[in-house]
């Protein structure tokens, strides 16, 4: 069949305060009123026959995690991103607006321009794979309801013709997605977020310092609240605060008796020495043995520059001879796990915003690896994944990769569904059963014994939202950068 994209708007949609601090790496993540915003995508998909779908994606513009440069400010930073996924929206209708048949071989071509367009730039390569994968979920979601099909369907019937050779020669024999599993699990495990200043136990919070909003807000109350089995702990780049810090809570996690508990570290590029790196490893190991043995991986120890730097190899190796490393921010092109994997790292994370073609493409190369004897891992980590397209896209495509459990965070850090209009709430409480339930009037992710039943999810037509957003409750997005600009 032939596509044709007709038309792309972009908007921003503004959310409410968050209702917790969140801290990552050694700094606190600011939401300042002016920054507080989804971005959105609404793309117009037709036919060669003249039949005319919207495809859909959003996701949270977190400028603080996609580019670390200094000397620049976050509105800077979020003024040159936003213009770039103008510029992405632009290639994609340039590309894709005289007919196409592959969204895959669409996806390759544009993904090629907005990497090279934001280099020229000066941005980082994650804030070109950010602008990429807007566009990208947005034009899935337009095919996959075009041939009334959801992402899982369209995936096993090679819709989307996904031809990983054309970026990974080793994968030139792989026609469609060969990793999709036969069944895919719908009951997927939310790994908590532990930041670096949430709140342990009530001791750690003062009266003055609690929302008491009816929500958990500290580890514990959330173990008891929602099940929690799988954990992902923030870890500053200081080896006895870090120690510390998860002794406190491994001992939560032991007395609230959770069963066979499932842990990753995440280093937000904390540790720019190895050797720094190789320490905290072997000091984990010998004064927590029964946390290091429930460890399943590091994620992003090193800063995403020194990732390719083949002198470090061999420390890697050591240290990934211990526990796996997996690489996060270094994951900035279609190339970088692979350059990774050969320098000792043992895995890399999937992000909708990193790119969805790449992460199914990255779990091609797993299974090539690991086929041959050579261990290889992924693991899916949240980039505050706020419902509904931007929650639902990434449960779909977790899903697809054949994992069992996602990072989640956005449910803790903000309250609820408050940031969307009364008709899509509608659609929060009727379209997908299992995915929310009501607590004083206000719509949450419903985690029973620490898992979220995606079912309804998985089946919807399109890339895991069935209903389309509303468009009217959000700010164009060229006004909204225009006056944020104006006024940083």
């Known amino acids: 069949m032939a596509f044709t994209i007709a038309a792309i708007d972009l908007y921003m949609r503004e959310t409410p305060s968050p209702r917790m601090n969140f801290f990552i790496g050694k700094g606190k993540a600011v939401f300042p009123k002016h920054l507080r915003a989804i971005s959105e995508v609404h793309m117009t998909v037709m036919t060669n026959d003249g039949r005319s779908t919207f495809g859909c994606s959003a996701d949270w513009p977190s400028v603080g995690w996609l580019d670390k440069r200094d000397g620049i400010t976050p509105e800077q930073k979020l003024v040159g991103l936003l213009d770039l996924v103008q510029f992405a929206a632009n290639v994609y209708l340039g590309e894709g607006g005289n007919g196409f048949t592959s969204p895959f071989a669409l996806w390759h071509a544009c993904y090629l321009q907005i990497l090279a367009e934001g280099r020229r730039r000066g941005l980082e390569d994650l804030s070109s794979a950010f602008a990429s994968s807007m566009l990208e979920r947005a034009l899935i979601d337009g095919v996959c309801r075009l041939e009334n099909a959801s992402f899982l369907a369209a995936l096993k019937q090679d819709l989307l013709q996904i031809r990983a050779g054309d970026v990974h020669p080793s994968l030139a024999n792989v026609s469609g997605y060969s990793s999709l599993p036969d069944y895919a699990r719908s009951q997927l495990a939310i790994r908590h977020t532990v930041g670096l200043a949430d709140p342990l136990v009530d001791a750690d919070l003062s009266a003055d310092d609690r929302v008491d909003d009816g929500e958990p807000e500290t580890l514990e109350e959330y173990i008891r609240q929602d099940g929690l089995t799988h954990f992902k702990i923030k870890v500053s780049g200081d080896t006895e605060e870090a120690m510390d810090r998860l002794c406190r809570i491994w001992s939560i996690i032991v007395n609230e008796d959770v069963s066979a508990p499932y842990v990753t570290l995440d280093c937000n590029e904390a540790y720019a020495d190895l050797e720094e790196l190789d320490r905290f490893v072997a000091v984990l190991g010998d004064q927590l043995p029964e946390l290091f043995h429930r460890i399943a991986l590091i994620e992003q120890p090193l800063p995403r520059s020194m990732q390719v730097d083949a002198s470090a190899s061999s420390v890697l190796r050591r240290i990934a001879a211990r526990k796996p490393l997996i690489i996060d921010e270094g994951d900035g092109t279609v190339e970088a796990f692979r350059e990774a994997q050969s320098l000792g790292y043992s895995g890399v994370s999937h992000k909708n915003c990193k790119g969805v073609f790449k992460s199914l493409v990255n779990r091609m190369l797993c299974d090539q690896w690991n086929a041959s004897g050579v261990a290889a891992m992924m693991s899916a980590e949240d980039l505050t994944h706020m419902p509904i397209v931007s929650l639902h896209q990434d449960f779909a495509t977790v899903a697809a ?87 940083s």
């Open 401 to 487: 990769l054949g994992l069992d459990n996602a990072e989640r965070n956005a449910h803790h850090y903000f309250y609820g569904v408050s940031h969307l209009t009364e008709d899509e709430r509608a659609s929060v409480a009727g379209d997908y059963p299992g995915v929310y339930t009501e607590r004083r009037g206000e719509w949450f992710i419903d985690i029973r014994s620490g898992e979220v039943d995606c079912s309804s999810i998985l089946s919807a037509v399109g890339f895991g939202v069935l209903r389309e957003p509303d468009w009217s409750a959000m700010t164009a997005m060229g006004v909204w950068n225009r006056n944020l600009a104006e006024n």
